[in-house]
């Protein structure tokens, strides 16, 4: 068991970044959020004016792409080609491609590889590093010390996702909002490869009646029991 990974998986809206975020800060650990690396290449994709369906053109992309991903919980930065590429991978056009990018096995295994390789490099830190994503506990590192999965009703997903949008600027409205996150979980839980799915050893933490205080008490209570 590697004591210093502790995996957040689960679907969007759950508030899962913000609490991985949160628990990486507190731990004083790093953080890796493998979602912005699957919205860096569909960003890539798009550019590049590829149809995000078409696996070898999207591949032939994700291998050109350079991206860079920064581990600092409270300044969390993702690099597309040299350029900061935040906020564009968190925008409408990228959040709609990025099912369609991140179900081609060739891209899933050259950012598994690319993640494997930045939690080894951390995981000798004093603080460890907590690592989010849709797979992190069942493929990426499937003996991490502690896994959680994270679910809330699709309702207070969408909700979230709604409220998320507007504090961050972004036009949205709850019902095409709540059409997208259960068209992206129907995509995400899909998908041949690595699909979504608890692991069988992962802790299920359910936020649908929860604020983010209260995510971060049960996780922090997971953290101190893992042993
Ligand atoms: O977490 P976030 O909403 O940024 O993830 C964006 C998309 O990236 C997900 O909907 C999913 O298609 C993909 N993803 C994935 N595997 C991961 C993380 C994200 O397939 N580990």
């Known amino acids: 068991r590697l004591r210093g990974v502790v995996a957040l998986d689960g679907p969007s809206g759950t508030g899962k970044s913000t609490v991985s975020k949160k628990l990486a800060a507190a731990l004083g650990a790093t953080y890796l959020d493998t979602g ?12 590049a004016g590829i ?99 994270l679910t809330a009703s699709s309702d207070a997903r969408a909700a979230r996702r709604t409220a998320q949008d507007a504090s961050d600027g972004r036009e949205s409205d709850l019902r095409s909002t709540h059409a997208d996150v259960q068209r992206r979980d129907a995509l995400d839980s899909g998908r041949a490869v690595a699909p979504l799915r608890q692991a069988e050893d992962a802790v299920e933490v359910d936020t649908t009646d929860l604020d983010i205080a209260g995510v971060l008490e049960q996780l922090t209570k997971l953290v101190e029991s893992r042993g």
């Open 51 to 149: 149809d995000p369906t078409e696996a070898a053109a999207v591949t032939r992309v994700a291998r050109a792409a350079e991206l860079g991903m920064g581990t600092d919980p409270l300044a969390p930065a993702v690099r597309l080609d040299g350029a900061d590429a935040e906020p564009e991978i968190r925008g409408p056009e990228v959040t709609a491609a990025v099912s369609a990018v991140s179900a081609v096995p060739e891209v899933r295994r050259l950012l598994v590889a690319m993640q494997r390789e930045l939690i080894a490099s951390a995981i000798d830190d004093p603080g460890g590093i907590v690592v989010e994503g849709r797979d992190i506990g069942t493929v990426v590192v499937p003996d991490a010390g502690l896994k959680v999965y």
């Open 36 to 47: 912005a690396m699957y919205r860096a290449v569909t960003l890539a994709v798009l550019r």
